[in-house]
């Protein structure tokens, strides 16, 4: 393969290991947003939610899980693009400047995934404290409510 066409082939691989990424970590985000959107404004999920710990519990180690392999695949996406941009350089039909805004940051990487890991602990959290508001809204809760002082 000539180094033209063996450069716009690693290339190509480069800009839509880019583009996944930055999809992943948005629809990621959106998804998790709309699940703690569902959980606040949703007493149905509360409900649900607040009937057992089996099920609060459960539903925790899937967000957890789900937490894990978001951070895997970014992780594994960071490294990635740090071989793909080894390639190209290696190449040398291009000069670098030129492909370098492709290239995945690790202070980005770091960022997003704080953000998106904050925000998959607020949904854990979210879980784990609807059986107090269940408790809260039925009145059965083992604080007195300010009402009855």
């Not at 939610?49 to 895997?72: D, E, K, M, P, Y």
């Not at 492909?99 to 202070?107: D, G, S």
């Not at 953000?115 to 809260?136: E, H, P, Q, W, Y």
Request: with cysteine; net charge neutral; proline share 1%.
């Amino acid at each position: 393969m000539e180094s033209g066409e063996l450069f716009q082939f690693v290339f190509s691989t480069y800009q839509d290991l880019n583009k996944s990424y930055f999809r992943n970590v948005m629809s990621t985000l959106g998804f998790v947003l709309l699940s703690i959107g569902w959980i606040i404004t949703s007493d149905k999920s509360r409900v649900f939610l607040g009937r057992s710990n089996q099920i609060r519990r459960s539903s925790i180690g899937v967000v957890a899980v789900i937490a894990l392999i978001h951070t895997v695949i970014c992780v594994g996406a960071y490294f990635v693009s740090a071989e793909k941009y080894a390639q190209l350089e290696e190449i040398k039909y291009v000069d670098v400047k030129y492909f370098e805004i492709y290239k995945l940051n690790a202070v980005h990487v770091a960022l997003n995934l704080v953000m998106n890991l904050s925000v998959f602990g607020l949904l854990m959290l979210l879980i784990a404290r609807t059986k107090d508001t269940c408790a809260d809204r039925t009145g059965s809760s083992s604080e007195p409510n300010a009402a009855s002082e």
